[in-house]
């Protein structure tokens, strides 16, 4: 092993061992409101690394049999996670990943936008995905002590938090990666002045002695290096043309390249997931009206 | 709508079921007025950490209704002579308020507001999310949307106010909320706005979009009628009086509208509504196979044309 690899090995395996000195001291609420009469969802709270108390939303299918399928979402890059799909917590037993700083998770840190991408980016130490992918973690490490949980069919879903999330907790039989955040940033934010990539842009724009701090600190979350952890059946979104990552994965390796039709896309990757995970696959438009509130089928 | 067992079919099949109160027009124009006079009280400061060469980006904080101050993003060109076309960048519901470096580097003087609730403009207001739907939702003199729809205006009111700014060349443009704002802008500044771009909007049909679909933000009109069915009757009062289909008729300037027609997130059936009721020069954009992003890969260049053509940046 090169002083490099071990380098990567000894700052993850550090990560893991402070987060396993905090316990998780799961707080699990049931939210009526946002429950139905085919799923139980409830918020979540856990402590990670800091400590810091983070969020999640937390859902189990009523209506098919536990041990159920399972669906870890990754949080998005925003200050906002929905709850999850309604579809997908009829099917799974869903977890939504609210990292610190974002909404719910907010206080005392509340991340801006933008800012949160660059926040400590030239220090690993005190980079803010240290401690978010530290949240992710913990969110698996919940899922997957769940009992209502089939630990034969546990997907993640998400960027490339989720990746890494699979990289370093076994358990996931399947995992999606799309447009990831924190992969190529480098490479990818030369092209843009778009957000959140122009964050990087503005951050070197004025701290351009920086730039190789930057790279040093985004090639411990450098999604290839992660790769061969993953056992899962991956599916990568719009990443064929990345023959490097493909070849690193240590599971099997699917792709999909986008029709840019929404819909389209959406039924594809439910259908891979479904297959992927035992279940029926859904569409998210349905083909037909839901009852109106006025013909009295809103109640329970 | 539709029953159970009919097969949706959006461009052909789209009644709608909400109804334009008697007092809507008067409704607003209170509003409008008790807003006109509370001073705005703007604030633009130079933001040098993402400014660049081509662009300024500036934070800016004005008053609006109940005294909330409003954040939003500035952007104007460096390197191009003023007067410039005025954009107001209107935001979806749970993204966050656009810094719009793009369309000031294509040359317009362009603002990306985040109203009341979202990031930096909650401190005296935050419903959160989910929760900004149904906030207050029994009474449309305190519904959430109330004070929403009137920061977006007064967001159009500080690009006004900017000298290098042609006020007879602003244009407003957002989808899905921003679709919603979009149209609700145009309506009531109609002598402001000069053209509108909206994408799948949201706000629109609001109880027959709720019935359409599972996802969010309408399924928290959903869960809140699964608890509270017996509200459904003033639920229904509320929305009608912010729903972009009664706002439509109002809108003088050329519109852009594009719908994605599988769109689970804002229905076609209540884009197609909408549409009808518009009674400006109209341009309508569908997109087979698509949802939510209603064909953005593709019609994001014909709304920079569009908008070009009537802003002439």
Redesign the interface.
């Given at each position: 092993m090169d002083d490099q690899a071990a380098a990567f090995d000894s700052y993850w395996d550090a990560l893991d061992v402070e987060l396993a000195r905090y316990p998780m001291a799961a707080d699990l609420q049931p939210l009526s409101l946002h429950s139905s009469g085919t799923f139980q969802t409830y918020s979540v709270k856990l402590t990670s690394i800091g400590p810091y108390r983070i969020f999640g939303y937390f859902s189990v299918p009523t209506s098919v049999r536990t041990p159920a399928p399972a669906l870890l979402l990754t949080p998005r890059y925003g200050s906002v996670n929905h709850i999850p799909d309604y579809h997908d917590r009829e099917r799974y037993v869903v977890l939504q990943v609210v990292h610190r700083g974002q909404r719910l998770a907010d206080r005392p840190f509340a991340a801006a936008y933008p800012g949160l991408l660059t926040l400590g980016i030239t220090d690993p130490g005190r980079f803010i995905y240290r401690a978010i992918v530290a949240d992710c973690l913990r969110g698996a490490e919940f899922l997957l002590s769940r009992p209502e949980v089939d630990p034969t069919r546990v997907a993640i879903q998400g960027d490339d938090l989720a990746l890494i999330t699979a990289a370093r907790r076994s358990g996931c039989s399947a995992l999606m990666v799309s447009e990831p955040l924190l992969y190529r940033l480098l490479e990818r934010s030369g092209g843009t002045d778009a957000y959140p990539a122009e964050e990087l842009n503005d951050f070197l724009r004025s701290q351009p002695e920086q730039q190789s701090a930057v790279a040093e600190t985004l090639a411990l979350f450098d999604a290839a290096r992660h790769a061969p952890r993953v056992q899962a059946t991956t599916l990568l979104v719009n990443a064929e043309a990345d023959e490097a990552l493909r070849q690193a994965l240590g599971g099997p390796v699917e792709d999909y390249r986008l029709t840019h039709r929404g819909a389209v896309d959406h039924v594809w990757l439910d259908g891979w997931l479904a297959k992927q995970l035992g279940a029926e696959p859904r569409a998210r438009f349905l083909e037909h009206a839901l009852s109106t509130p006025e013909q009295g089928e809103h109640a329970p | 709508?539709?029953?159970?067992?009919?097969?949706?079919d959006p461009a052909r099949h789209h009644p709608t079921?909400t109804v334009r109160p008697p007092d809507f027009d008067a409704f607003w124009a209170d509003l409008l007025a008790t807003a006109e006079q509370i001073p705005l009280r703007p604030t633009l400061e130079p933001v040098?950490?993402?400014s660049?060469d081509e662009v300024e980006v500036l934070e800016v904080g004005y008053t609006s209704l109940d005294e909330v101050r409003i954040a939003g993003w500035y952007c104007r060109p460096r390197h191009r002579p003023p007067p410039y076309p005025g954009l107001l960048i209107v935001p979806g519901y749970?993204?966050?308020p656009t810094?719009p470096?793009?369309w000031a580097?294509r040359g317009y003087a362009a603002f990306g507001v985040a109203p009341r609730g979202k990031?930096r403009s909650h401190h005296q207001y935050n419903p959160?999310?989910?929760g900004l739907l149904i906030d207050n939702i029994l009474d449309r003199h305190t519904y959430a949307y109330r004070g929403f729809y009137i920061d977006a205006v007064r967001a159009l009111e500080v690009l006004q106010q900017q000298p290098e700014v042609d006020r007879a060349r602003i244009g407003v443009h957002g989808s899905s909320q921003g679709g919603a704002l979009t149209i609700v802008t145009a309506a009531l500044r109609p002598q402001a706005i000069a053209c509108a771009a909206a994408g799948a909007p949201y706000l629109c049909g609001f109880?027959?979009a709720?019935?359409?679909?599972?996802?969010?933000p309408y399924?928290e009109l959903?869960?809140?009628?699964?608890?509270f069915?017996e509200r459904?009757?003033a639920?229904?009062q509320t929305l009608n009086y912010f729903d972009g289909i009664n706002f439509a008729p109002r809108i003088r300037c050329p519109l852009l509208l594009y719908l994605?027609?599988?769109?689970?997130v804002c229905p076609p059936e209540t884009g197609f509504a909408v549409y009808d009721a518009l009674q400006c020069p109209k341009t309508l954009h569908t997109?087979?196979?698509?949802?939510?992003?209603a064909?953005a890969?593709?019609e994001a260049a014909h709304v920079e044309a569009f908008l070009a053509d009537h802003l002439h940046p």
């Open positions: - | 709508m539709q029953t159970q067992t009919q097969m949706r079921t040098a950490a993402r660049t749970i993204s966050e810094l470096k793009t580097r990031l959160g999310y989910p109880l027959d709720a019935a359409l679909t599972h996802s969010y399924e959903n869960e809140y009628l699964r608890r069915p459904a009757a639920v229904r994605g027609l599988q769109d689970d997109a087979d196979g698509c949802g939510h992003d064909g890969y593709w």
